[in-house]
């Protein structure tokens, strides 16, 4: 019996002696695992944290504006788009979202190869018009170009989700000249005008810029979570 336990006491010892090594690779691999990590983690925030700093000194973005002319802006903090609202005379209510940048036509420069990857920015209006419930909304999609608003098309439609597909009219090039002549007095009556496309690009222009270090912010806080 004597034997017996000398024999298993043995084992035992030599079971510790196979294990111990082992436990302590895995150890060792799970702390390198995690040294890598932090210090991955690390770099990624100490780039983030130096892109937010740069952006800021490069151009800091300014305090958004909450008005232009009578339309009330909201910003729409960490969205593609802002609203405009106003009323006009006694019954019209006018709303407008704006996308941020969302397309583009090159530059020509006169052949200039230098040139050549300058491009003129837009953005996308969508401008509804309201007078009373049941009464259908008048809606203008336009494009905001630098220093011009362009009518793209022009929608009639009721309040709400459509029931069933609704006509669109026809491409706004294809109406006669002066009525199309009349549609942009329209919307300039109501403050809609070329001025507002220049004001628009400069606003989105610092919203891009807000929204981008806000979005690095995010992103730094998200990594640094314990």
Same mark, same amino acid.
Do not use: C, H, P
């Given at each position: 019996m004597m034997h017996h336990m000398i024999l298993g006491q043995l084992r035992g010892a030599a079971q510790k002696l196979l294990w111990q090594p082992k436990a302590l690779l895995t150890t060792t691999r799970n702390y390198i695992s995690v040294m890598r990590r932090e210090a991955f983690e690390g770099n990624l925030t100490r780039l983030l944290r130096n892109e937010i700093q740069y952006e800021i000194d490069r151009s800091p973005p300014s305090k958004p504006v909450s008005k232009y002319g009578s339309f009330m802006i909201d910003e729409r903090p960490g $969205?593609?788009? /802002? &609203?405009?609202? &106003?009323?006009?005379? @006694?019954? $019209? @209510? +006018?709303? +407008?979202?704006? /996308?941020?940048?969302d397309g583009f036509v090159p530059v020509n420069k006169g052949g200039d190869a230098s040139k050549e990857h300058e491009v003129y920015l837009h953005a996308t209006m969508v401008i509804d018009i309201f007078k009373g419930e049941g009464n259908g909304v008048l809606e203008f999609v336009c494009f905001a170009w630098p220093n011009s608003v362009e009518i793209r098309k022009v929608i009639m439609h009721g309040h709400g989700p459509a029931a069933s597909p609704i006509y669109t009219g026809p491409h706004f090039k294809e109406l006669d000249d002066k009525l199309q002549d009349e549609l942009y007095n329209f919307l300039e009556t109501r403050g809609i005008d070329d001025d507002m496309g220049e004001f628009l690009h400069q606003y989105i222009r610092n919203k891009a810029k807000i929204e981008y270090i806000r979005w690095m912010g995010k992103a730094k806080s998200f990594i640094e979570m314990k």
């Open positions: $969205e593609q788009w /802002t &609203r405009l609202e &106003r009323k006009f005379g @006694e019954n $019209e @209510e +006018i709303k +407008i979202d704006v /996308t941020m940048f």
